[in-house]
């Protein structure tokens, strides 16, 4: 559905990489300003439907902003279910306009490859199969998978094969769950 430059679309989440866009004057980057506008608005509207506000992300790809919010619930988000976020927050956003540049809102499950970034998804995924990807290589390698252990603010902790391995999470470019066939 398009309607004033906002899109809903149901797809998989993309990592962030647009870069830094950092106000004058300020330590806050812009990106990270509208992201936190966006999810003070979008929070309400999803637990309002009983949903959960997985994550909110403004990044640019392709020439093009997007501004993502992903939801989920258990037995997983409908087409319906993003339809409802995404009307109700549009107007959210058509009230408040705080967004300077034209854009593409998204409303969309977070599918089952999303990353851990918060505590709650760190907590949810206690003793379960995890796969963790670093930025660089670590005794050769820079892709590891494991049971999650243990994690904290700086650093986690799997089960790979009866050792365990401790990253620092500054180390690791993705976590997520791993899905198995």
Do not use: H
Request: hydrophobic fraction near 35%; aromatic fraction near 10%.
């Amino acid at each position: 559905m398009i309607t004033d430059n906002k899109r809903v679309d149901f797809g998989p989440l993309f990592l962030r990489d647009a870069p830094d866009v950092r106000k004058a004057g300020g330590n806050m980057s812009r990106r990270d300003e509208y992201e936190q506008k966006a999810e003070a608005l979008l929070a309400p509207i999803v637990e309002g439907q009983g949903f959960e506000l997985v994550d909110v992300e403004y990044v640019k790809e392709a020439g093009n902003w997007y501004l993502r919010g992903y939801i989920d619930k258990p037995g997983g988000i409908t087409v319906n279910d993003c339809e409802a976020v995404s009307r109700a927050f549009s107007d959210k956003l058509d009230e408040n306009d705080f967004i300077e540049d034209s854009y593409i809102m998204e409303i969309s499950s977070p599918g089952l490859d999303r990353p851990l970034k918060k505590e709650k998804d760190f907590a949810r995924s206690m003793g379960k199969l995890v796969e963790i990807r670093t930025y660089r290589p670590i005794e050769k390698q820079k892709e590891f998978c494991g049971i999650l252990n243990a994690y904290d603010e700086s650093s986690v902790t799997i089960d790979e094969d009866g050792q365990l391995r401790t990253f620092d999470k500054k180390d690791i470019a993705l976590i997520r769950l791993a899905i198995e066939f």
